[in-house]
């Protein structure tokens, strides 16, 4: 109801942000430790307003980076990748990132995504 996220980042990339004309990565003033590596510590949470429409996907690094690409660089390729799809809607960006992503040959990294839409 009130447009907003709370998120903590335990390591990953920062998301994606897509809305019509507009893509970004939703970076982050704090990167905490890896989940689980430190049972004790606490993770910071930071609170985002979103406008209707947008959609962030989430992902791992997996899904960027290789033993031949740094993560900057993926980073690049996959907004540029989803700057020219058609069909951002949750389930169809889902399916073309992997599809895209696997299309480049075999993986050395697991990888995850996860699409949503802010109505």
Known sequence: ASRTIVRSNAGHP???RC???EFSFLDSPHCDVILGAVPSWTYREETKVLRPGTT???YTDGLIESRTQGIDAGMSDLKTFVEGL????PHGLCDQVVTWRLASGRREDDLCVL???LT
């Open 19 to 21: 809305r019509p004309g």
């Open 56 to 58: 962030l996907l989430m």
């Open 86 to 89: 058609s069909d951002r809607s």
């Open 115 to 117: 699409a949503a839409r």
């Open 14 to 16: 920062p998301p994606l």
